[in-house]
């Protein structure tokens, strides 16, 4: 036997069905999920939620920055609309409501949750105070 034959092309992760990252479209699917999801929660400030519904309606609105001339260039600035205001409503939610949401959403979607919102930001208020007590 070789090296090519004795190297499995599949890893344990593939073998059961974890997958790591999901791809662009699936990105965007959850992203449209966790905004519904964010939309529902009784946590989230009311100001917040006016941000999407802002969106919708200036896709409603009939009157547009970019006109509708060109095929296509008129509607990107729609979907930029969409999309910005998707991705500020995220940014401005609870942090600990988009973890717990986004966890729930790629647990469904079988993927790896995501690492804890409470261990990835370190706070030190006054990091020059410990300087001087070590001192």
């Known amino acids: 036997m070789d090296e090519k034959e004795k190297k499995s092309p599949m890893n344990i992760e593939a073998i059961a069905g974890k997958r790591t990252d999901p791809g662009f479209f699936r990105e965007v699917w959850q992203q449209a999920r966790l905004v519904y999801y964010l939309l529902r929660d009784p946590e989230v400030p009311f100001y917040l939620k006016l941000l999407p519904f802002t969106a919708v309606l200036y896709l409603l609105w009939p009157v547009d920055l970019l006109p509708d001339v060109l095929l296509g260039l008129g509607q990107l600035d729609d979907l ?16 600990h409501l988009v973890a717990q949401h986004m966890d729930r959403i790629r647990a469904v979607d079988g993927y790896d949750a995501m690492d804890s919102v409470n261990e990835k930001i370190i706070i030190d208020p006054q990091p020059a105070e410990k300087e001087k007590d070590q001192a």
């Not at 930029?80 to 942090?95: D, G, N, Q, R, Y």
């Open 80 to 95: 930029t609309a969409l999309l910005v205001s998707s991705k500020v409503f995220i940014e401005m939610a609870p942090p």
